[in-house]
């Protein structure tokens, strides 16, 4: 094996960490599907579903954005 | 019947393609390069301003120059405003009256939310807001993360090529030893661990000053709720241990807080950054509406999290509704 273990080391790492990225992926289509069920029972709430549908996927984002952050530590930092 | 106009196509995709033939053009001349990325703001002054005792030493970091720009911005804003609006206007128009909707806008969610304290929230959620928001959106004009200072690197950069005066062009092929990288004069605000760690720092602080103006000094049995503890034995116990989860649960603010800002404002940049440097044609500018979108997104979220954690302080245990991280 040539090369730099500790960088290849660091790829693999972040490759890893970014599989928790999915559980935010699966929990974004969930709050989009109760949202546009709610928005296709009830047409007169869409303005307010859309609002708490935006904070819910914000929320959810910022789980994968965690992920992300811990990608890029073993990136950039360490 | 309504006149209805019948859609043609129309004269702005000439200018795009305008824009697209100048970007070829210029890259040509004006190859992108990869700029250096690193989570700490880099320091644009060889030696620190000053030292403070504990802290360490404070050096001129390129973000601090763009919080410059950033609170420039924001006066310059507020003093057309108060410019603009004398002591008889009744009705707001033009750009006077956009800010006028906005604070409306933000004026009615906190009372929808907060109730008879939105006079004391409101300060926090708008200034939080609107700080935040400034702060992603100037991340994204052009002069932000492309200007600087060119600095020589041992090992691994690109050449530069003098274009007069004390200016280098620091372009495309990249050499192994004495090769230069650029550090920018101005880096987005919200990429700095610094601001956000101060914000969310804020934010948690000024939750418990409204909690206790609120609810007195009981306000920290939410943290060590020893109240029902001797009344009924097993319940209370319980409710002891919910509150040293919610102990924690506050120091999570913190952290999540400071991560969800930053992480989306530093992913956004090393996003642009490298698809700047494989594709730079036209995919930036798509990249660049999804960034302007994220940064509102995420400045209406921290703030709208901060207005709704003050709103549950200042309730207490009426209603508990489980905002999550």
């Given at each position: 094996m040539t090369g730099d273990l500790v960088q290849a080391a660091k790829f693999i790492g972040a490759g890893l960490s970014m599989i928790g990225a999915l559980g935010a992926g699966i929990g974004i289509g969930l709050s989009v599907q109760g949202a546009l069920e709610g928005m296709s029972r009830n047409p007169d709430t869409y303005g307010n579903l859309l609002t708490n549908m935006i904070l819910g996927i914000a929320f959810s984002e910022a789980i994968a954005i965690y992920c992300l952050v811990i990608a890029f530590l073993m990136l950039f930092v360490l | 019947?309504?006149?209805?106009?019948?859609?043609?196509?129309?004269?702005?995709?000439?200018?795009?393609?305008?824009?697209?033939?100048?970007?070829?053009i210029g890259?040509?001349?004006?190859?992108?390069?990869?700029?250096?990325?690193?989570?700490a703001p880099e320091h644009l002054s060889a030696t620190p301003l000053f030292t403070l005792p504990v802290i360490g030493s404070v050096y001129l970091t390129n973000t601090l120059t763009a919080l410059g720009v950033t609170l420039l911005v924001i006066l310059l804003i507020a003093w057309i405003v108060k410019r603009n609006i004398k002591s008889d206007t009744l009705i707001a128009t033009g750009f006077t009256g956009l800010m006028e909707m906005l604070v409306e806008l933000l004026y009615n969610l906190t009372e929808s939310t907060a109730g008879k304290w939105a006079k004391k929230i409101f300060p926090w959620f708008a200034t939080i807001f609107?700080?935040?928001?400034?702060?992603?959106?100037?991340?994204?004009?052009?002069?932000?993360?492309?200007?600087?200072?060119?600095?020589?690197?041992?090992?691994?950069?690109?050449?530069?090529?003098?274009?007069?005066?004390?200016?280098?062009n620091v372009t495309a092929p990249a050499v192994?030893?004495?090769?230069?990288?650029?550090?920018?004069?101005?880096?987005?605000?919200?990429?700095?661990?610094?601001?956000?760690?101060?914000?969310?720092?804020?934010?948690?602080?000024?939750?418990?000053?409204?909690?206790?103006?609120?609810?007195?000094?009981?306000?920290?049995?939410?943290?060590f709720n020893t109240r029902t503890l001797f009344k009924k034995p097993f319940f209370g116990f319980m409710d002891l241990i919910v509150?040293?989860?919610?102990?924690?649960?506050?120091?999570?603010?913190?952290?999540?807080?400071t991560f969800r800002l930053f992480g989306n404002m530093f992913a956004g940049m090393v996003l642009l950054i490298l698809i700047g440097v494989m594709v730079?044609?036209?995919?930036?500018?798509?990249?660049?509406?999804?960034?302007?979108?994220?940064?509102?997104?995420?400045?209406?979220?921290?703030?709208?999290?901060?207005?709704?954690?003050?709103?549950?302080?200042?309730?207490?245990?009426?209603?508990?509704?489980?905002?999550?991280?």
């Open positions: - | 019947m309504a006149k209805t106009r019948t859609w043609r196509w129309g004269k702005n995709r000439w200018i795009i393609l305008v824009f697209v033939i100048l970007t070829v890259i040509n001349f004006f190859a992108p390069i990869q700029s250096v990325i690193q989570v609107i700080v935040v928001l400034f702060a992603n959106l100037l991340k994204l004009i052009p002069i932000f993360e492309t200007f600087g200072l060119a600095e020589e690197v041992t090992n691994g950069g690109y050449t530069a090529i003098a274009l007069g005066g004390n200016w280098v192994d030893e004495g090769g230069f990288v650029v550090i920018p004069f101005l880096r987005g605000l919200s990429t700095d661990l610094n601001f956000t760690a101060a914000l969310a720092l804020i934010s948690v602080l000024m939750t418990q000053v409204i909690g206790v103006q609120a609810q007195g000094l009981g306000y920290f049995s939410k943290f509150s040293l989860l919610e102990t924690i649960s506050e120091f999570a603010k913190i952290i999540s807080f730079p044609v036209f995919v930036p500018s798509l990249i660049m509406m999804f960034e302007f979108f994220i940064g509102l997104i995420q400045a209406f979220v921290f703030g709208m999290l901060t207005l709704v954690f003050m709103a549950m302080a200042t309730s207490g245990h009426a209603e508990e509704e489980h905002a999550a991280s």
